[in-house]
């Protein structure tokens, strides 16, 4: 008995493995037995493992022989490093993964968005993510996939976000009304400009979440701010 052609396990725990044993010598129509139950002189759609047939040729005399299938490890993802968005709705966020584990080379990399939406690419590194929560997987060359990496978040800071409380001028034309801000989300440090249809009257810097700015002495009319947080947002 020879063995003539195996094909091992495409995947770890698939049942895909094939073998072909050949016969010579003995007295022909040999009769086949294989340890799983199949009779011909092909064992096809089987997992990993040792499979042993007995061939029985004509006068009753036997041989047997083991046919060893092998397979793959399991694929593994792992995700190696997260950029977050460093303003409130940039879509420069990413995702930075590996792949271990199968059959070499990873052919393809999937990611699937709260959504629903699934986009696949060749390459281990997905940029230009939205603020979301991703699901990811690859695929190797045998076409195996790893599990679901789940809620793999791509993050980025709340909203900047102003509260003013407005005091009016007591009188007409007085000069003793103020503007009370509240600096909220975003990323403090941050730089703040104020001006009217003058111009830039004032500048500085809140260094806190939730601290507040107090303009006083001002005289009855529009006010312009402009805020721009640690991220340049």
Do not use: R
């Not at 340890?35 to 005399?61: F, R």
């Not at 590194?125 to 190797?140: A, G, K, Q």
Request: aromatic share 10%.
């Amino acid at each position: 008995l020879s063995i003539v052609q195996t094909n091992d396990a495409s995947c770890n725990g698939s049942s895909d493995a094939d073998g072909t044993i050949s016969v010579s010598g003995g007295t022909p129509g040999y009769q086949y037995l294989w340890s799983n139950g199949d009779t011909t002189e092909s064992i096809l759609n089987v997992p990993a493992g040792g499979y042993t047939v007995v061939v029985t040729d004509d006068n009753a005399c036997q041989d047997d022989i083991e046919v060893i299938f092998e397979e793959p490890s399991i694929v593994i993802l792992k995700v190696d490093d997260i950029f977050n968005n460093l303003c409130f709705g940039d879509s420069l966020g990413s995702i930075t993964l590996s792949a271990y584990g199968g059959t070499p080379n990873y052919v393809t990399y999937f990611i699937e968005s709260s959504s629903g939406i699934i986009n696949s690419q060749s390459s281990n590194i997905f940029t230009n993510l939205l603020s979301d929560n991703y699901n990811v997987w690859v695929e190797d060359a045998n076409g195996c996939l790893s599990d679901k990496l789940i809620s793999e978040k791509v993050g980025e800071p709340g909203k900047i976000e102003l509260t003013s409380i407005v005091t009016p001028s007591s009188c007409f034309q007085s000069n003793d009304g103020n503007i009370n801000l509240i600096f909220e989300n975003g990323v403090a440090p941050y730089n703040y400009q104020l001006s009217n249809i003058t111009g830039i009257f004032d500048n500085g810097i809140v260094f806190q979440h939730s601290d507040s700015l107090i303009v006083e002495n001002l005289s009855e009319g529009d006010y312009y701010f402009e805020v721009i947080d640690y991220n340049n947002c």
